[in-house]
């Protein structure tokens, strides 16, 4: 959903950013950031500093959201760089979702369902572009998406008077719509591959 105004956001980073010049940084490194403040996350999650834990995926994802615009802009592109990217992406999801089982904010089979999908969402866009089918924009529950309902629902459980009960109902919630958006991205992916093979 929010990819739509990808193109929007990506004009205002890069001018914010002055991205037209060589970056100070690269976008490898802006990764591993990434995914180190998501590590962050996890262990403020784990001791209950649920608002700066929220700050920190928040941090999180709009790293994730720049490295790639800042290899594009410098032409720093690389087939390595959209692999430590996806790689580390996925291990900050499931650090993220499994500090919250273990400490004891959310159920843990619960947690597995929620890792499960959030891991199928972006194994089906990589083994879909594998074969040729694009799954930009398919699906309701993208990664910027996800990370918003995680840190909304972190929120809500911190105010909740029953933050363990608040916080397996959302999830449960979000996990039933990231399933639901693997059967979208499905559909979707399988449509242009019939289309190609009619082709």
Not at 2 to 9: E, F, P
Not at 47 to 59: C, E, G, M, P
Not at 90 to 114: E, H, K, P, Q, T
Request: proline share 2%.
């Amino acid at each position: 959903m929010l990819s739509r105004i990808k193109k929007q956001y990506e004009k205002v980073i890069t001018r914010l950013l002055k991205l037209e010049d060589q970056p100070r940084i690269s976008p490898n490194t802006i990764s591993l950031l990434g995914f180190l403040v998501a590590i962050l996350a996890s262990l403020l999650i784990y001791y209950h500093f649920i608002i700066v834990a929220v700050l920190s995926i928040l941090l999180s994802g709009f790293l994730d959201s720049i490295d790639g615009i800042v290899a594009r802009k410098a032409g720093l592109e690389s087939k390595f760089g959209a692999f430590l990217d996806s790689v580390l992406d996925r291990y900050s999801d499931a650090v993220i979702i499994f500090s919250m089982v273990v400490s004891n904010l959310c159920s843990a089979w619960i947690g597995l369902f929620a890792i499960i999908g959030f891991l199928m969402m972006s194994y089906m866009r990589a083994r879909g572009e594998a074969l040729g089918a694009s799954s930009a924009g398919a699906g309701i529950m993208e990664r910027a998406e996800r990370l918003l309902a995680l840190s909304l629902i972190l929120i809500a459980s911190s105010i909740a008077s029953d933050p363990r009960t608040v916080c397996d109902i959302c999830m449960l919630v979000l996990t039933v719509l990231v399933h639901a958006s693997c059967i979208q991205r499905f559909i979707h992916i399988q449509k242009q591959l019939r289309e190609t093979n009619a082709g």
